[in-house]
């Protein structure tokens, strides 16, 4: 069975960090583009952090509202991808979701398969 299970989630105080981790099983995220997405209440999902697989390029796209804060990376070893979030705003508070494509694109629409997502509360 296809599954991405994330963690990682919590509560921070503004200005703190987090590292959020997406594990798959069932099937090898390296040959995907991984992207973390993030829903605040009442709002669609947004504001994208995206690697591409090591055979393209591992390139990464982020978002205007996170790049410069937010890093995705891979481990292929533990088939797991990372968001490494730091100097957190309470605007950052939503819940985040992990999703595998075979292209990397800003539409969540187009992915193919999806993690339960994990909360993170920016708040002091």
């Known amino acids: 069975q296809l599954q991405l299970v994330e963690s990682g989630g919590g509560l921070v105080q503004p200005g703190g960090s987090l590292r959020l981790s997406c594990a798959a099983s069932?099937?090898?995220?390296?040959?995907?583009?991984i992207a973390w997405f993030r829903q605040a209440p009442g709002k669609e999902r947004a504001d994208y952090s995206c690697i591409t697989s090591s055979s393209t390029d591992g390139s990464t796209y982020y978002a205007a509202s996170v790049k410069g804060r937010f890093t995705i990376s891979r481990d292929n070893a533990k088939n797991t991808v990372y968001l490494q979030m730091n100097s957190l705003k309470p605007e950052d508070t939503a819940l985040y979701y992990c999703?595998?494509?075979?292209?990397?694109?800003?539409?969540?629409?187009?992915?193919?398969?999806w993690g339960q997502g994990t909360q993170v509360t920016v708040s002091s």
């Open positions: 069932g099937f090898t995220l390296d040959d995907y583009s």
């Open positions: 999703a595998a494509a075979k292209i990397a694109t800003m539409i969540p629409a187009l992915y193919d398969y």
